[in-house]
């Protein structure tokens, strides 16, 4: 095979080799494909990791580790595990700053993991430091939901049912026109029943005009009418007509 002439001259043929340039580092090699990685089921690496990282070590830096995503979780997993000690610690490294933690983007979970397995003498301690407190967490993107776990663990329990009624008494107009509050009041009419929802219709009867018409209240104001007896159906319209 010949050479083939050119402006500057003869230059012989080139034998073909693969990325073959005359200029080697103008087109840079492609560059190696990423390693395979096996598929795992969720929830597996976080197994994975909890065998490596020292809970004791992330209990004693519990602000750190609440706020990091993975950490918090490996909490969660731990605490799902029902272990009285462990809930114990958790709760003892949380009840000083359990307000703050409630309304933190990743801590909240915990806090209603904590709720769920606490017993019912701590659940009565959170109730009672959040108490000045209960309107901003409450109406916290967050915070709402571990408000609703509280309710969720004592609308059943003899005890705690009161404390929580006294925590809402006297803010159920502030929470029923708050988007994320409204939530904490519908989980307060589906689940805590007659007579003891009566500070609910008693409250929404004397501001029932404003909270008829705004977006939210009116939404509760419904509702309180689907889930009230007929007694409270009576006091409904009476604050009604003095309201008008």
Excluded: W
Excluded at 17 to 34: A, D, G, I, L, Q
Excluded at 46 to 65: C, P, S, Y
Excluded at 100 to 109: E, I, S, T
Excluded at 217 to 233: F, N, V, W
């Amino acid at each position: 095979m010949g050479g083939v002439n050119g402006p500057y001259g003869f230059y012989p043929p080139q034998p073909y080799t693969p990325y073959y340039c005359p200029y080697p580092n103008y087109f840079p090699h492609p560059e190696p494909s990423p390693p395979y990685y096996p598929y795992q089921p969720y929830g597996a690496k976080d197994h994975e990791q909890a065998k490596e990282v020292d809970i004791e070590k992330l209990l004693e830096n519990i602000d750190a580790a609440v706020r990091d995503q993975s950490n918090c979780r490996l909490l969660q997993k731990k605490l799902e595990e029902g272990d009285k000690a462990f809930t114990n610690k958790i709760f003892n490294c949380l009840i000083p700053s359990i307000g703050f933690y409630m309304n933190d983007p990743f801590g909240n979970y915990l806090c209603q993991k904590l709720f769920a397995q606490c017993s019912a003498e701590q659940l009565a301690v959170v109730i009672e430091l959040v108490a000045d407190d209960v309107v901003a967490i409450a109406t916290n993107l967050h915070g709402t939901r571990s408000i609703q776990k509280i309710i969720e663990k004592s609308a059943s329990d003899p005890v705690l049912l009161p404390k929580v009624i006294k925590l809402l008494e006297g803010h159920v107009t502030e929470l029923v026109m708050d988007n994320n509050g409204n939530h904490v009041m519908q989980l307060c009419l589906s689940s805590i029943k007659s007579p003891e929802n009566d500070f609910i219709y008693s409250e929404a009867g004397r501001n029932c005009l404003k909270i008829g018409t705004h977006k939210h209240g009116c939404c509760i104001l419904q509702k309180c009418i689907d889930y009230a007896t007929s007694e409270q159906k009576v006091v409904l319209g009476v604050m009604r007509r003095r309201s008008c």
